[in-house]
């Protein structure tokens, strides 16, 4: 079993940043991806960022490329999500999640874990 917890999440104003985390506990990370997803109110969840917890490589939504960094600690076990230039656009809760090489890394129905969700709210 894997737990993740988020936490980060909060109100900003247009073009400020914020920095998700989401520690994970349980097992250990290899093989792993950990993507971030967001929902914001009548929408469906969808993808903003993975990662490759072993080697690293990252894939991005394009709506927050060039925007938005996600990394990972693997001492730590902690994945993060650094957001710059936030735009209200960007407001929703979001969640990390864990899957062990899922088919689509963007899509949301492969992960088998998930963190409660923080909320982020980008005022204008």
């Known amino acids: 079993q894997v737990q993740l917890v988020e936490s980060g999440g909060g109100l900003v104003q247009a073009g400020s940043f914020l920095r998700l985390s989401c520690a994970a506990s349980g097992r250990t990370f290899g093989g792993f991806v950990m993507g971030w997803f967001r929902q914001a109110p009548r929408k469906e969840r969808e993808f903003v960022a993975a990662i490759n917890w072993s080697v690293g490589t990252t894939n991005y939504a394009d709506s927050v490329k060039g925007r938005f960094t996600i990394s990972r600690d693997k001492a730590k076990n902690t994945g993060y999500l650094q957001m710059n230039s936030l735009k209200p656009e960007d407001t929703a809760v979001y969640y990390c999640?864990?899957?062990?090489?899922?088919?689509?890394?963007?899509?949301?129905?492969?992960?088998?874990?998930w963190g409660q969700g923080t909320q982020v709210t980008v005022s204008s």
């Open positions: 999640a864990a899957a062990q090489y899922p088919d689509n890394y963007s899509d949301y129905r492969g992960y088998t874990y």
